[in-house]
Nanobody
Framework: HVQLVESGGGSGQAGGSLRLSCIAS????????MGWFRQSPGKEREGVAAIDTDGTTRYADSVKGRFTVSQDDAKNTVCLQMNSLKSEDTALYYC???????????WGQGTQVTVS
């Protein structure tokens, strides 16, 4: 069975940094891509970052230059390094996997990030 578990969420200060991790089990990072999404009250869920099997990455305009997504195949882990945090980054962050783009069918439980 496929399972995704996020960790690393919490409180951070504006201008500071946080690092989110997602550990995957039940499959390997051998098909399509991994992604990070976020959702806050009153807003639609939005894609934050994604990484393909060849290491190609993509980011939402709102986080370009501040966030970095990476993948560690040996540990079956994908991370989101969040720098220069803003209050607008406050949201529930989800890790997800897609066998084929853009069909993200596997999701973690989410981890809360609060920036003050």
């Amino acid at each position: 069975h496929v399972q995704l578990v996020e960790s690393g969420g919490g409180s951070g200060q504006a201008g500071g940094s946080l690092r989110l991790s997602c550990i995957a089990s039940g499959y390997t990072f051998s098909s399509c891509c991994m992604g990070w999404f976020r959702q806050s009250p009153g807003k639609e869920r939005e894609g934050v970052a994604a990484i393909d099997t060849d290491g190609t990455t993509r980011y939402a305009d709102s986080v370009k230059g501040r966030f970095t997504v990476s993948q560690d195949d040996a540990k079956n882990t994908v991370c989101l390094q969040m720098n220069s945090l803003k209050s607008e980054d406050t949201a529930l962050y989800y890790c997800a996997h897609a066998r084929t783009w853009p069909d993200f069918g596997y999701w973690g439980q989410g981890t809360q990030v609060t920036v003050s």
